[in-house]
């Protein structure tokens, strides 16, 4: 029993819809395999279904105007079968959230330190003065400064990147398995993404947490993945390990991102080569391949026929008729993202 327990996934989620409305089709039939002590990053342009997918493990995206298909497995739990008491039991406890924008995620009139004092008594059957200890512990280690004078501070009272870091304590107060980062570090100065980034690389490591990790930051995902998962127009595109996603290329979307990247490889007074056009409306999906009318690539059968998962190496797929042409038309850049990479 407890060998089938060490092998089931973290998260393991299959043929994923939301369908906002009944007619946007924010995701559009993802699967996605999260292991224990992993960290996968889901990156992508605004409105690729990233952060919908992220809020669909939680079941956090509005119900009534929600359709959801598919099925969502968190540490070996049916999240689409599980009454509200259950879900509420799951929140915070098997599975947490670090929410793009602490200050409208945090209470405004709770101290932050009632605030995570009281997640971790809605869980557990634990005195105030304990899970005050525990607060503390907490606070001390996302190293915030001053952290016993810190839990009584209401949150507009601290700086961006102090919130960020009560928001990943209030996130860790209950001991989940599983972390989902939607872009926490998006809000904040370079300094502090960097900051932010390596401490949440530090604490999955430390407390052997499986993490998905949303942004649409190459760099961050690099800096923070095992494995990276590329989303277009709510699928999928491509996936595999982080090194061989940026280095080996073979969806034009990923290879189109990689190019629109700047950094300090990119020669000065050249120009980046960004991908053309928009994405398409969610609500009037075109034929094909969602990304044909924006691909350097594309032909005829790429606007009529949605093209299948390819295998392109062994754990690394790519949903894209031409991925022997796409990954060839990369070389000429690789030399300048391999500083992406390292």
Known sequence: MSSGLAKEPAVAIRGLRVVFGGVVEAVDGVDLTLERGQAVALIGESGSGKSVTLRAIMRLNPERKTRIEGEI??????????????????????????????????????????????????????????????????????????????????????????????????????????????????????????????????????????????????????EVADRIAVMYAGRIVEEGSARDVVLNPHHPYTIGLLRSRADGALAKGSRLKTIPGSPPDLANRPPGCPFAPRCFLAEERCHVDAPPDVAVAPGHRAACWRTDTAQAAFQGDRARVLEVAH
């Not at 860790?172 to 398995?177: G, S, V, W």
């Open 73 to 222: 497995l968190v540490s070996g739990h049916d999240v689409m079968r599980l009454s509200p008491k259950a879900l509420r039991a799951l929140r915070g406890r098997a599975v947490a959230m670090i929410f793009q924008e602490p200050l409208l995620a945090l209470d405004p009139v709770y101290t932050v330190g009632k605030q995570i004092t009281e997640a971790i008594r809605q869980h557990e059957t634990i005195g105030a003065e304990a899970a005050r200890r525990r607060a503390l512990e907490l606070f001390e280690r996302v190293r915030i400064p001053s952290p016993e004078r810190r839990l009584d501070a209401y949150p507009h009272e601290m700086s961006g990147g102090m919130r960020q870091r009560a928001m990943i304590a209030l996130a860790l107060a209950c001991r989940p398995q599983v972390l989902l980062a939607d872009e926490p570090t998006t809000a904040l100065d370079a300094t502090v993404q960097i900051q932010i980034l390596l401490l949440l690389r530090e604490l999955q490591a430390e407390l052997g947490l499986s993490t998905l990790f949303v942004t649409h930051d190459l760099g961050a995902a690099v």
